[in-house]
């Protein structure tokens, strides 16, 4: 299983509306390596619910549910999504101070790459983060 990290600006689409409608599809990704990533996902992997600019806080965790196909909002082939369920809403939030912070974390993408959308996770980040969420799956 690999893992990732996926952000979402709450005012667009937050975590609350996700568990609401119980599963989407992963859309609005124009960044290559973003791109690539969904791409790469699996269906069974699993990723960070990442609030970006307001909150700026990982909240969540989903399930890929269906693996990488054309963005259906838009005719540019080059774009793709990836469906998601819901999976578990972390106990305690990890915000990204909480991240930056911590020196186990300090080659993950969320710090690296604060700007890219989709972000792979090690699985040594992926316990660090669930640690810190004081959450187990």
């Given at each position: 299983?690999?893992?990732?990290?996926?952000?979402?600006?709450?005012?667009?689409?937050?975590?609350?509306?996700?568990?609401?409608?119980?599963?989407?599809?992963?859309?609005?990704?124009?960044?290559?390596?973003?791109?690539?990533n969904l791409r790469a996902m699996?269906?069974?992997?699993?990723?960070?619910?990442?609030?970006?600019?307001?909150?700026?806080?990982?909240?969540?965790?989903?399930?890929?549910?269906?693996?990488?196909?054309?963005?259906?909002?838009?005719?540019?082939?080059?774009?793709?999504?990836?469906?998601?369920?819901?999976?578990?809403?972390?106990?305690?939030?990890?915000?990204?101070?909480?991240?930056?912070?911590?020196?186990?974390l300090e080659k993950m993408a969320?710090?690296?790459?604060?700007?890219?959308?989709?972000?792979?996770?090690?699985?040594?980040?992926?316990?660090?983060?669930?640690?810190?969420?004081?959450?187990?799956?």
């Open positions: 299983m690999n893992y990732w990290l996926i952000k979402s600006e709450p005012f667009k689409y937050s975590w609350d509306q996700f568990v609401n409608d119980k599963e989407t599809f992963w859309d609005g990704v124009r960044n290559y390596q973003a791109r690539n699996k269906k069974g992997d699993l990723a960070f619910w990442y609030h970006s600019n307001e909150g700026m806080e990982i909240v969540g965790i989903a399930k890929v549910t269906k693996e990488s196909y054309q963005d259906p909002t838009t005719d540019d082939t080059a774009w793709l999504v990836v469906n998601f369920k819901p999976v578990k809403k972390l106990k305690k939030p990890v915000s990204l101070a909480t991240v930056k912070a911590d020196i186990r969320l710090v690296k790459a604060q700007r890219l959308s989709v972000q792979p996770v090690t699985p040594e980040e992926w316990e660090i983060i669930l640690e810190l969420a004081e959450t187990k799956l």
